[in-house]
């Protein structure tokens, strides 16, 4: 595809600690696990279809391509900080140098007109378990927990006949997003979002941005959370067995869609019952917290989806606190 930026060299190492602006094309020795928003990647590295970064590009419509000596070469040391069309091929590209206003006119011409409204069902309480769940219910409990319910529901058969299902971890169930809701209502905590996010319109500064937001996450986070609700939760792990760790896993209605698969941008968090450091409360509060994580806020806006219409919701299941190993099934 083609895209329109600054060319900027980063060293791996510093992927994390440089700030990085939308309309960059990154050329970076290696392949970093993570990348915000930019205009195009360049590695060092081959990568698989479904390596985080490709995954990533793939939903922004942004190019993203391997030249395995391209931090050194003369071909990108030449236009290093300055204003290019990158266009990649199959097997070939091409670079040339542009104006900045050729720039902004680019991406001016990329934005979404027209916001994305999503589904939330704002009136169904109650803990929910995984056999009454499938995916139409992304409304009421998000994505994860919708499509964590359809993996539940596989089924075997071997060769005498005998059916089994997926192994999936034990203890599950799913808090709806009418709790979510309800925290922010019940100590006025929608009243500051809907004044943040009027103050984020007239912003581009990245920082001034993440100070926002996290005023709404510190917000959420140091609220006290409804204790019936808590009490429930906690009655709920009891109920399903021995285990007392557990994950609370994000799992909101803007994430794992056609097209916006929201890879990587909200947060999972343990708890464990009568854990003083690790509370059952804090982990749920965290994870609602991390809907307003910098990265998910521009990823949203990037794509026109309307922030009055994402709400999060939560899958919880036993924790591992030992694993050896993860990834993502698609």
Do not use: C
């Amino acid at each position: 595809g083609v895209t329109y930026g600054k060319l900027r060299k980063i060293n791996i190492e510093d992927i994390n600690k440089v700030k990085i602006n939308p309309y960059d094309i990154i050329v970076v020795n290696g392949l970093p696990n993570d990348i915000p928003i930019v205009a195009g990647m360049i590695t060092t590295e081959h990568q698989h279809n479904l390596s985080h970064i490709n995954v990533l590009s793939v939903n922004r419509n942004t190019p993203n391509m391997v030249q395995t000596d391209a931090f050194s070469s003369d071909e990108f040391n030449k236009f290093e900080n300055k204003y290019i069309m990158l266009n990649v091929y199959n097997d070939n590209f091409q670079i040339k140098e542009v104006s900045e206003k050729e720039v902004l006119d680019y991406w001016k011409s990329k934005e979404n007109k027209n916001l994305i409204s999503l589904e939330i069902d704002r009136t169904t309480s109650g803990l929910q378990d995984m056999k009454n769940l499938n995916h139409n219910d992304i409304k009421l409990v998000g994505a994860k927990a919708a499509n964590f319910a359809e993996l539940t529901k596989i089924k075997f058969i071997d060769k005498n006949g005998i059916p089994s299902y997926v192994k999936t971890p034990e203890s599950a169930f799913a808090i709806p997003m009418y709790y979510y809701l309800n925290h922010l209502k019940e100590n006025g905590i929608d009243i500051l979002i809907q004044q943040k996010l009027n103050e984020l319109k007239n912003i581009t500064d990245q920082d001034t941005k993440i100070q926002k937001l996290k005023e709404i996450q510190d917000a959420i986070i140091n609220a006290p959370i409804n204790k019936n609700f808590l009490v429930d939760v906690e009655n709920k792990i009891i109920s399903l067995g021995k285990y007392k760790k557990m994950k609370f896993r994000s799992s909101t209605n803007a994430e794992d869609l056609e097209d916006f698969n929201g890879a990587g941008l909200y947060d999972s968090y343990s708890g464990e019952l009568g854990n003083e450091k690790k509370p059952i409360e804090k982990a749920i509060k965290k994870v609602w917290a991390s809907l307003w994580n910098y990265r998910a806020y521009e990823e949203r806006e990037l794509f026109g989806i309307d922030e009055n219409t994402v709400a999060m919701g939560i899958l919880v299941h036993r924790s591992f606190p030992s694993e050896e190993l993860n990834g993502v099934a698609i």
